[in-house]
């Protein structure tokens, strides 16, 4: 299931970031932090969404929440998206191609 995922540029994630803006958090982390099961739980909904957002109950501190979102990106394979307050977006692409709900554009748009 290890799939090498493109690093995304910054109008890609601003661009997720946008579709991002009307979801709501599907994982809660908690407590225990970042466990198998809360792993579980983040794979399974990136197979779903693609593009999920993650709440921080317990965390306050920045820095807590920039380790724990590295924690998730590198045991999922996911790449964090943004950050606003105690929520994270996260996006990890579908690796089949005829299940994937998100085209990200190629190129950076003309304004």
């Known amino acids: ?3 090498i995922v493109e690093k995304l540029a910054g109008f890609q994630k601003k661009y997720l970031r946008g579709l991002a803006h009307g979801l709501k ?3 809660i982390v ?3 932090g970042v466990s198998p099961s809360l792993v ?3 794979n399974e909904a990136l197979m779903v969404h693609e593009l999920i957002k993650i709440k921080f109950n317990e965390y306050k501190e920045k820095e807590q ?3 724990l979102c590295e924690r998730i990106q590198n045991e999922t394979g996911c790449e964090t998206v943004g950050m606003i307050g105690h929520t994270a977006i996260f996006f ?3 690796p089949d191609p005829e299940k ?3 085209s990200i ?3 950076q748009p003309r304004s």
């Open 105 to 107: 554009p190629k190129r």
């Open 65 to 67: 929440k920039k380790q």
């Open 100 to 102: 994937r709900k998100i």
């Open 30 to 32: 908690g407590q225990s």
């Open 92 to 94: 990890r692409r579908h």
């Open 1 to 3: 299931m290890e799939e």
């Open 25 to 27: 958090p599907v994982v």
């Open 40 to 42: 579980k739980s983040v």
